[in-house]
């Protein structure tokens, strides 16, 4: 595509439940990164990949936050017992030389 | 730890020139980024740099000294437009990107 989507824009969610955020790169992409933005804060790295396989999770809060890109293009976010602290702007971003990233519009996910 | 230093928020007047500076600490250096942030909105990249030396485009310019963990971001000719968030960031010694907090830029009239 010619940008990075994701999907969905907004999810407001009950703590407790589990939800999903979609990542399609742009085309031809290799690398892929989450991050997750909070209020007046920069991105705070959750996990990067490159092709199918997660290089670096490092990221990742806890267990309760797991993601795959199988095909190595469209990538998952899982977030599993949402809590009211997972409420963020979740950002997708991709690229193709690890230097230039382009960047989604985020889902912002609201946990009540 | 790695740590990286931006002022919170700038006020500037339209039509003038705005510096915004960030201070990085980071294990190792592998280039420094600016990225434009308006309200709602994803990043845009605005700059990169990484070598010592200054980088003009158009309005924007962005200056690196890596000896002094140092860059800033000058704005000219300011636009409305411009009121947006300015988000540095580092690629460290694993090539993961390093985000400042980002410095809030008010365009007055």
């Known amino acids: 595509g010619a940008g990075v989507s994701q999907t969905p824009s907004n999810k407001v969610t009950e703590k407790g439940k589990y939800v999903e955020l979609r990542c399609d790169p742009i085309?031809?992409?290799?690398?892929l990164y989450w991050y997750r933005q909070s209020l007046g804060q920069g991105p705070e790295f959750l996990i990067y990949?490159?092709?199918?396989?997660?290089?670096?999770d490092s990221g990742l809060p806890n267990d309760r936050f797991f993601a795959v890109r199988p095909e190595g293009s469209v990538s998952t976010l899982k977030i599993q017992r949402t809590e009211r602290g997972d409420s963020a702007v979740y950002l997708c971003?991709?690229?193709?030389?690890?230097?230039?990233?382009?960047f989604g519009s985020g889902t912002r996910l609201t946990v009540v | 730890g790695q740590n990286i230093d931006q002022p919170t928020e700038m006020t500037a007047t339209e039509g003038a020139i705005v510096q915004i500076n960030c201070t990085y600490q980071?294990?190792?250096?592998?280039?420094l980024f600016w990225y434009q942030q308006h309200a709602g909105e994803a990043p845009t990249f605005l700059s990169y740099?990484?070598l010592d030396g200054l980088e003009e485009k158009g309005r924007f310019s962005s200056f690196l000294s890596r000896s002094k963990g140092y860059s800033y971001l000058l704005l000219k000719e300011l636009q409305m437009k411009d009121s947006a968030s300015y988000l540095c960031?580092?690629?460290?010694?694993?090539?993961?990107?390093?985000w400042g907090a980002g410095t809030k830029l008010i365009i007055k009239p």
């Open positions: 971003a991709s690229s193709w030389d690890n230097y230039g990233y382009t």
């Open positions: 085309s031809g992409h290799t690398a």
């Open positions: 990949f490159q092709g199918t396989g997660a290089a670096d």
């Open positions: 980071t294990s190792g250096f592998n280039g």
């Open positions: 740099n990484v």
């Open positions: 960031a580092v690629k460290d010694s694993n090539y993961q990107l390093i």
